[in-house]
């Protein structure tokens, strides 16, 4: 009889894990032995009642992606210098803040849309290589990491540098591309 109350007991906690979606093992655990003397544990519950703030810090949505809260420009420019004969690269610095609660990393992960590339023979984010002789180079990299809106590292800067060999250097041409990133809460 003990086997099968045993039996019964375990597959209904089992069953009750698998039906919530909630992982048993995403906290650590405690074990409670009467062999020991223990018969009662404590668990501590925190809830989210209304719609969640990732400002502020307090218990995981579901979903820990809900907690990425960053602004980032939408343009960014580069450039070649007049001194170097616009064989160099430049641009200006731009920003990345996070106001979420908890760190966020950024990553480069990927850059679409390329047009123009062939006078670009290395591009630069940050001492991430994006381009060499005009094609893509990128690899998923992360660029810095970001600490929660309470930190001391809320923002991140990135700029561009490089080389280029312009075909007439009197004559614009106009290279462009988007540039992803991709943010990840770090816990």
Request: with cysteine; proline share 5%.
């Amino acid at each position: 009889m003990k086997k099968a109350t045993k039996l019964v007991l375990s597959i209904l906690t089992i069953t009750g894990v698998c039906i919530s979606g909630i992982t048993a093992f995403a906290s650590p655990v405690q074990t409670i032995d009467g062999r020991e003397g223990a018969t009662s544990g404590d668990i501590t519950i925190k809830g989210i009642i209304g719609e969640f703030d990732n400002t502020k810090p307090g218990p995981n949505p579901e979903n820990l992606d809900q907690w990425i809260n960053v602004t980032l420009p939408t343009t960014a420019i580069f450039r070649t210098t007049e001194e170097s004969e616009h064989k160099k690269i430049t641009s200006p610095a731009y920003h990345v803040t996070n106001h979420s609660a908890l760190s966020v990393r950024a990553s480069v992960s990927n850059v679409t849309e390329v047009k123009e590339m062939s006078e670009v023979d290395r591009l630069m984010i940050n001492t991430i290589e994006l381009f060499n002789k005009g094609v893509s180079t990128v690899t998923a990299t992360p660029l810095f990491t970001l600490s929660g809106n309470e930190g001391n590292h809320t923002v991140g800067n990135f700029q561009f540098s490089g080389d280029a060999t312009p075909r007439n250097a009197s004559v614009e041409s106009n290279p462009s591309f988007k540039l992803v990133l991709n943010f990840a809460v770090e816990e």
